[in-house]
């Protein structure tokens, strides 16, 4: 029960993501907001990693796989401007209901194609629930009338895709022997190296004032540092495609948070979809309890 606990932990941390946004400067884009977070939280986890490498020369040296850690920060950094297109598009519910629903798929279709192993029944089932939640809680039967861009589906299918490409890419290093920190400290490293000559591109001037150094320093520590080694730390006991599913705790997070502390209202249909994704999670969770004594 433990690796459950937690990826769902790492969700909740996901999950604060937006309401940091909503705190910090009106000035900062979310392309740059995306870049910086990357950078500063990806910079900040390959630091951590050296110190934790550092500090334990007695542990075995695993070879990581050149080619896995560039796959996986390519998928890293892809998924911030495929993500913003499919939102910029679409709009924010539908973009992101898509986004974060074909990503447990994907998962396990990537995951079937590379292991060769379907998915369990059960996830299947909470899968199943968990996207019809989403879908209730992101309002996206509301915009149902609205005109939905293709290039803007096409844009949330892409951070879909990268997410899961990043998800079995790390899966990959953990099962080669890598440490959590080792495992997400090289892959985020590599898309901060990757990032950060775009900085040039974007205005960082809203860096300059204390909310968007508060923003910049929480979303690098808590939402990528602490959350990617939690999330590492569960998928190394946990299938991949079963972390994807887990993770949907991250919408359900941002909505109560935004109930809480920015006022917002949830419609029937969306408190419906609480119920049905957290129904979902916890059918998901309650077999992992039998399956995390063996690693998969």
């Known amino acids: 029960m433990r690796p459950v606990l937690l ?37 900040l986890l390959a630091a951590f990693a050296w110190w934790v490498g550092r500090r334990s020369p007695a542990s075995p040296r695993v070879r990581l796989s050149p080619g896995v850690v560039l796959l996986g920060g390519v998928a890293v950094l892809v998924y911030q401007p495929t993500f913003f297109a499919g939102t910029r598009l679409n709009g924010v519910a539908v973009g992101t209901v898509v986004a974060l629903g074909a990503a447990p798929a994907l998962t396990g279709l990537l995951e079937w194609l590379v292991t060769r192993r379907l998915p369990s029944t059960p996830w299947f089932i909470a899968t199943g629930c968990a996207v019809v939640g989403v879908v209730l809680l992101g309002g996206l039967l509301d915009e149902a009338d609205a005109g939905i861009s293709l290039r803007g589906i096409a844009g949330s299918l892409g951070a879909a895709l990268s997410y899961a490409v990043y998800a079995l890419a790390a899966k990959r290093l953990l099962d080669d022997g890598a440490g959590a920190t080792t495992a997400i400290g090289s892959i985020f490293g590599t898309a901060a190296l990757m990032g ?14 204390a909310s968007g150094l508060a923003m910049v320093a929480w979303l690098a520590a808590a939402t990528v540092a602490l959350a990617y080694v939690l999330f590492a730390i569960g998928l190394r006991s946990l299938r991949a495609s079963t972390v994807s599913t887990l993770t949907l705790v991250e919408p359900m997070t941002a909505c109560l948070l935004g109930i809480v502390l920015l006022d917002e209202r949830l419609s029937t249909a969306g408190w419906i979809g609480l119920g049905v994704l957290l129904g979902g999670v916890v059918l998901l969770a309650v077999p992992s309890r039998r399956a995390v004594a063996v690693p998969v």
Do not use: K, M
């Open 7 to 43: 990826v769902i932990a790492a969700a909740i941390c996901f999950g604060t993501t937006g309401t940091a946004q909503v705190y910090g400067p009106d000035a900062a884009s979310t392309t740059a907001v995306g870049l910086t977070r990357i950078v500063a939280g990806g910079g």
């Open 196 to 209: 950060a000559p775009f900085l040039l591109l974007v205005d960082l001037s809203w860096l300059g004032s």
